[in-house]
């Protein structure tokens, strides 16, 4: 799971392999498997950050190394 902040400023958190894409303009949305639009705080550049730091703890990139 990674951490992202709505607008209001809740924190929460969300399983990275559920988003289906995730859009900037303005703000930063992630669209998920289910169809649910997530609207968050964070820039682009930082989920993605997350979700690769995310993939390397639980070992997905292993065969990538």
């Known amino acids: 799971m990674i951490e992202v902040t709505k607008l209001s400023g ?9 988003i289906e894409y995730i859009t900037a303009n303005p703000d ?8 649910k639009h997530l609207v968050i705080k ?13 993939r390397k703890r639980i070992g997905a990139f292993k065969n990538e190394e």
């Not at 809740?10 to 559920?18: C, L």
């Not at 930063?28 to 169809?35: H, P, Q």
């Open 10 to 18: 809740r924190v929460f958190y969300v399983n990275p392999h559920q």
């Open 28 to 35: 930063t949305t992630l669209v998920m498997l289910s169809g």
């Open 42 to 54: 964070e820039e682009y550049e930082t989920v993605f950050n997350k979700i690769v730091e995310y």
